[in-house]
Each structure stands twice: as structure tokens, then as C-alpha cells.
């Protein structure tokens, strides 16, 4: 079983940064894609950022350039950096995985485990 776990959530002001890290276990490296989406308030979840096993990074429009997603198999860890934040980036953040060889959907539906979510509040 997955198990997800996030932090580096926090309260930030409009330009400033933040690293989230989505602790995993109980996977195997080679077979597991990893996502961020993340959820406002009166909003439906959406797409962030996701990696594959070999490394390929997609982006939504919306943080493509302020943003990237990495992961150290070593330390079982995915981040996710967050600079030049905005007020819209305002969510909770979720990290997520999918049993796939190849990139992660793109709609939560299609992701097969998920952790509880940070806080990121930009202001």
C-alpha cells in the first residue's frame, strides 16, 4: 500500500517561495508516477505538475515557469518547488501517485493514491 505524506506547506507572501516534500512509501520506484494537484475553496481539485519514472516534467499553464517538480528515490521524496507565488496559488496541496509507467493523469480521478494535503496561503 501507498502511503503519501506531505509538509512544507506554510503562509507566504506574493513573490516569496516555498518547497513542498511528499514523503512515500510502501512503492516501487520504477512503477509509480507522482503528481501535485491542488484544491481552493469552492473549487475542484486541478493539476499542478507531475514526473514520470524517467524523469519527464509536465506543468499546468497556470505554474509552468514558477515551478518544478523533482524526486530523490533515495530519500522516497518528491518536491515540489514553488517560487514567484501568487495570491491564486492559495490552496491545499496535494501529492498523489498513480500505478502507471508513463506520466500521471491529469484528472484526480485517474490517480490511484493520495496524501492528506498541506496548506500553501499566499497574501
Known amino acids: 500500500q501507498v502511503q503519501l505524506v506531505e509538509s512544507g506547506g506554510g503562509s507566504v507572501q506574493t513573490g516569496g517561495s516555498l518547497r513542498l516534500a511528499c514523503e512515500v512509501s510502501g512503492y516501487t520506484p520504477s512503477t509509480h508516477c507522482f503528481a501535485w494537484f491542488r484544491q481552493a475553496p469552492g473549487k475542484e481539485r486541478e493539476h499542478v505538475a507531475d514526473?514520470?519514472?524517467?524523469?519527464?516534467?509536465y506543468y499546468s499553464n497556470s505554474v509552468r515557469g514558477r515551478f518544478t517538480i523533482s524526486k530523490d528515490n533515495d530519500e522516497n521524496t518528491v518536491y515540489l518547488q514553488m517560487n514567484s507565488l501568487r495570491p491564486e496559488d492559495t490552496g491545499m496541496y496535494y501529492c498523489a501517485a498513480e500505478y502507471e509507467f508513463g506520466a500521471c493523469s491529469r484528472n484526480p480521478d485517474g490517480l490511484d493514491y493520495w496524501g492528506k494535503g498541506t496548506q500553501v496561503t499566499v497574501s
Open positions: 514526473i514520470d519514472n524517467d524523469g519527464i516534467t
